[in-house]
């Protein structure tokens, strides 16, 4: 609860915890057990950064963060805690806060896109779990897209491309190395197991732009981001990596501001093991830096797990806000993360910490956050502030008249599909056969022309047919010599039947050779007249 230019976080019977504004971009973690309270805080400081007019992304992994949307109702629990903390005079009032509802598939929410080009393939690979070796595959594929101006905007051009690069891989590896058939071959298969997932739904356009996060209202409240992930537990590999994406390309885009009286923007990252798990050395490093750096930018990550020793010691050391709820010692694995936990913390001498963790009740969290002096305060134990906000889920109905007055809903609403990699590459295929014949018959009529045009060199002007096309010399002459009503004449008075025949089979051959000749300078003609055109 926002009150007196702090954040409440929780209060006992000695003392209240506050969180300063200035000092809630150095990062925090809300850890603990299921059910033991962590949405609760969760929805009580996306409400107190809010009302401060910080807009807020949040992860809805059980599909309770959307009640932030509607005004809380009383309830015995709540009301005892208003009444013994005094909550009211403070400003406490069950109400809801101005939320956009966003979802990957489309759903709950106003589609989330991504184009394939900014995932990038490290990214990319960590959905698809590609090995070293497809990785490799996959970057050159990304490499020859954009050395050739063809964008990668959803996966069937992403499944284009990879064809494409593999059967043209001669023409590729002298420049980017080997190009494994069957590692495209693994890509491929993969892609088609993300498809499944709804990776259709997830990459195209229009892509989103993260600064639409960064909307207050009317009354300069902070919007809520509530993102429905309910579905994506299926699909946890789309999930982190999403969130992964959002961070780095937040990280990327905005500029830097120096310390600010309060954070420009507040991620928090739910179920945050998953950000980590099997997450290659390279990228984690990346990661690292970015939790040491993107204060500056006035951004505050606050990570939601049921253990802090799920968050790797580096990132871990830089989170300067915590709130411990209770975790259960069953087992030697669970005794050795209580002790992690209490190690965390600033000792209170009041108490054992390590106890006090196991035996916190629902509601109840151990906290320390940054002084003023930006100095880790003394852990306390206290009762976690109830939320304002409806505590369980909304119903369909209500989340769609939210939806359907968004602001946004215009731009995101509907799928986009411009021409990118697959239909450039779908040209190039139909024009193949196309300009191959084209060079074939240009071939053909230019060998055939240049006969033509020889013979036509070689024959005299005035001996033209009706046609219009010469014969060649000895033809004419042939012609011209014989006189077959004459010779047949002559054969019969003189030579009888016997000459009569072989005059006449001349006569005939001689007839024979004219019609092929003439048929063939009409060919000749004609594909020449075609190629002149």
Same mark, same amino acid.
């Given at each position: 609860?926002?009150?007196?230019?702090?954040?409440?976080?929780?209060?006992?019977?000695?003392?209240?915890?506050?969180?300063?504004?200035?000092?809630?971009?150095?990062?925090?973690?809300?850890?603990?057990?299921?059910?033991?309270?962590?949405?609760?805080?969760?929805?009580?400081?996306?409400?107190?950064?809010?009302?401060?007019?910080?807009?807020?992304?949040?992860?809805?992994?059980?599909?309770?963060?959307?009640?932030?949307?509607?005004?809380?109702?009383?309830?015995?629990?709540?009301?005892?805690?208003?009444?013994?903390?005094?909550?009211?005079?403070?400003? =406490? $009032?069950?109400?809801?806060?101005?939320?956009?509802?966003?979802?990957?598939?489309?759903?709950?929410?106003?589609?989330?896109?991504?184009?394939?080009?900014?995932?990038?393939?490290?990214?990319? $690979?960590?959905?698809?779990?590609?090995?070293?070796?497809?990785?490799?595959?996959?970057?050159?594929?990304?490499?020859?897209?954009?050395?050739?101006?063809?964008?990668? %905007?959803?996966?069937?051009?992403?499944?284009?491309?990879?064809?494409?690069? !593999?059967?043209?891989?001669?023409?590729?590896?002298?420049?980017?190395?080997?190009?494994?058939?069957?590692?495209?071959?693994?890509?491929?298969?993969?892609?088609?197991?993300?498809?499944?997932?709804?990776?259709?739904? =997830?990459?195209?356009?229009?892509?989103?732009?993260?600064?639409?996060?960064?909307?207050?209202?009317?009354?300069?409240?902070?919007?809520?981001?509530?993102?429905?992930?309910?579905?994506?537990?299926?699909?946890?590999?789309?999930? $982190?990596?999403?969130?992964?994406?959002?961070?780095?390309?937040?990280?990327?885009?905005?500029?830097?501001?120096?310390?600010?009286?309060?954070?420009?923007?507040?991620?928090?990252?739910?179920?945050?093991?998953?950000?980590?798990?099997?997450?290659?050395?390279?990228?984690?490093?990346?990661?690292?830096?970015?939790?040491?750096?993107?204060?500056?930018?006035?951004?505050?990550?606050?990570?939601?797990?049921?253990?802090?020793?799920?968050?790797?010691?580096? %990132?871990?050391?830089?989170?300067?806000?915590?709130?411990?709820?209770?975790?259960?010692?069953? !087992?030697?694995?669970?005794?050795?993360?209580?002790?992690?936990?209490?190690?965390?913390?600033?000792?209170?001498?009041?108490?054992?910490?390590?106890?006090?963790?196991?035996?916190?009740?629902?509601?109840?969290?151990?906290?320390?956050?940054?002084?003023?002096?930006?100095?880790? !305060?003394?852990?306390?134990?206290?009762?976690?502030?109830?939320?304002?906000?409806?505590?369980?889920?909304?119903?369909?109905?209500?989340?769609?008249?939210?939806?359907?007055?968004?602001?946004?809903?215009?731009?995101?609403?509907?799928?986009?599909?411009?021409?990118?990699?697959?239909?450039?590459?779908?040209?190039?295929?139909?024009?193949?056969?196309?300009?191959?014949?084209?060079?074939?018959?240009?071939?053909?009529?230019?060998?055939?022309?240049?006969?033509?045009?020889?013979?036509?060199?070689?024959?005299?002007? !005035?001996?033209?047919?009706?046609?219009?096309?010469?014969?060649?010399?000895?033809?004419? *002459?042939?012609?011209?010599?014989?006189?077959?009503?004459?010779?047949?004449?002559?054969?019969?008075?003189?030579?009888?039947?016997?000459?009569?025949?072989?005059?006449?089979?001349?006569?005939?051959?001689?007839?024979?050779?004219?019609?092929?000749?003439?048929?063939? *300078? %009409?060919?000749?003609? %004609?594909?020449?007249?075609?190629?002149?055109?």
């Amino acid at each position: 609860m926002y009150t007196e230019d702090s954040i409440l976080i929780g209060c006992n019977d000695d003392t209240c915890v506050t969180l300063h504004p200035k000092l809630a971009n150095r990062h925090g973690i809300i850890a603990g057990a299921t059910g033991t309270g962590k949405t609760y805080t969760l929805k009580a400081l996306a409400e107190s950064f809010s009302d401060m007019g910080v807009p807020v992304f949040v992860a809805d992994m059980k599909g309770d963060l959307a009640g932030l949307s509607k005004a809380g109702e009383p309830n015995e629990n709540v009301s005892k805690r208003v009444e013994k903390y005094d909550l009211q005079s403070k400003g =406490f $009032s069950y109400k809801g806060y101005p939320v956009e509802f966003w979802d990957l598939f489309g759903d709950k929410g106003l589609p989330i896109r991504v184009t394939i080009s900014q995932m990038g393939p490290i990214l990319l $690979s960590k959905i698809l779990r590609l090995s070293e070796a497809q990785a490799g595959v996959l970057n050159i594929v990304f490499k020859v897209a954009d050395s050739e101006s063809l964008l990668l %905007i959803d996966i069937k051009d992403l499944k284009s491309m990879i064809n494409y690069v !593999t059967e043209n891989r001669e023409r590729y590896e002298s420049e980017y190395g080997a190009i494994a058939t069957k590692s495209a071959n693994t890509i491929l298969r993969s892609l088609l197991t993300l498809e499944e997932q709804g990776g259709n739904k =997830f990459f195209g356009e229009p892509a989103l732009e993260l600064t639409d996060f960064m909307q207050c209202d009317d009354n300069g409240k902070g919007i809520i981001n509530v993102f429905d992930s309910v579905n994506l537990s299926l699909a946890p590999d789309l999930y $982190s990596t999403f969130l992964l994406w959002m961070l780095t390309e937040m990280f990327e885009s905005m500029p830097e501001v120096g310390d600010l009286e309060k954070p420009k923007f507040v991620f928090f990252f739910d179920e945050a093991h998953l950000l980590f798990d099997d997450m290659n050395p390279v990228f984690q490093r990346k990661i690292e830096q970015i939790v040491r750096l993107i204060r500056s930018k006035g951004i505050g990550l606050y990570f939601i797990t049921q253990s802090p020793t799920d968050i790797p010691d580096e %990132i871990l050391s830089q989170l300067g806000n915590r709130i411990q709820h209770a975790l259960r010692a069953y !087992t030697p694995k669970d005794q050795k993360a209580v002790k992690v936990a209490a190690e965390t913390f600033r000792a209170n001498p009041n108490f054992d910490t390590a106890d006090e963790i196991s035996n916190l009740g629902i509601g109840q969290a151990l906290v320390s956050v940054l002084d003023k002096e930006g100095v880790p !305060t003394v852990v306390e134990k206290v009762d976690i502030i109830p939320p304002q906000c409806y505590s369980g889920a909304i119903d369909d109905s209500y989340r769609e008249q939210i939806i359907n007055i968004s602001m946004f809903k215009g731009k995101y609403y509907e799928m986009l599909d411009r021409e990118s990699a697959y239909e450039r590459l779908l040209q190039k295929v139909q024009q193949a056969p196309v300009q191959e014949m084209e060079q074939y018959n240009n071939q053909d009529y230019q060998s055939q022309d240049n006969t033509a045009y020889q013979n036509q060199q070689q024959i005299p002007q !005035t001996e033209q047919k009706q046609a219009g096309f010469p014969l060649p010399d000895v033809l004419q *002459q042939t012609m011209d010599n014989i006189d077959l009503s004459k010779t047949t004449k002559r054969g019969r008075t003189s030579q009888g039947t016997a000459g009569k025949s072989e005059i006449e089979r001349i006569a005939t051959n001689a007839a024979n050779t004219v019609v092929r000749e003439v048929s063939r *300078q %009409i060919v000749r003609g %004609i594909f020449g007249q075609l190629k002149r055109k």
